[in-house]
């Protein structure tokens, strides 16, 4: 899917959002099948991603759309979107603008459990203070 | 990390769970990078996954510890666990014996929108009714 659709029905039907109204979307790298970031989506960032083709979430903390990338200029284009088999969690492929952690790294999963101990595995490719202005 | 490990202190000390005692995890295929399912632990199923090195989740349906592959032989073993920048998600590199969903499929991912509809991506490699006893 590279153009922008409106949402099939049987999509909506078939999704189970939370108390919240929110559903876990995981995007992966479409190309390197690198696993980005975890994040939360509503009724209205499903629609507005599939009818963009960019990536919009649903912040939690803000309780607002949060249009990935609007700020610092990281954003994700979608490639596709796929649903569980229970359709309480999506996995959205997608074409990653330089970095999807706010820390600067690639992916948010930069720590790992090695040899017992709780390490990071990735360093920031771009200083936070680059994406979000200087601090 | 191969070897079954004693979580470190740490990490409980920066995962965030849910007010249901909760976090997501997200299993990948390690050296394929299929993004296998999504599903959700608590304190002691994280603590158990990295004791034994086989992946325990949580069930929500069934308010129990769920030891992945326990009835149907389709375990997920614990290559590494990662954490996210905020602490409240988890990825799960494995290596998955078989396949990971009950529908008989590789990857509970099997449904994607394309072209406007929802289409099936993938189809069971084995009958569910094998892997959990005849219906």
Redesign the interface.
């Known amino acids: 899917?590279s153009q922008p659709?409106?949402?099939?029905p049987?999509?909506f039907a078939?999704l189970r959002f939370d108390a919240e109204g929110l559903i876990?979307a995981?995007a992966?790298q479409h190309d390197?099948?690198?696993?980005l970031?975890?994040a939360w989506m509503n009724r209205e960032a499903v629609a507005e991603t599939?009818a963009t083709g960019r990536v919009c979430y649903f912040s939690r903390s803000r309780g607002a759309l949060w249009r990935k990338g609007e700020t610092s200029g990281q954003v994700q284009r979608l490639i596709?979107?796929?649903?569980?088999?229970?359709g309480d969690?999506l996995?959205l492929l997608v074409d990653q603008t330089g970095v999807a952690?706010?820390?600067g790294?690639r992916s948010?999963?930069?720590?790992?459990?090695?040899?017992?101990?709780?390490v990071e595995?990735a360093a920031p490719l771009v200083d936070p203070a680059a994406l979000y202005g200087s601090g």
């Open positions: 899917m659709v409106t949402p099939p049987e999509l078939g876990p995981v992966q390197t099948g690198e696993v970031m975890l599939l596709e979107l796929r649903v569980d088999c229970d969690a996995l952690c706010h820390t790294r948010c999963f930069f720590r790992a459990v090695r040899e017992g101990e709780l595995i």
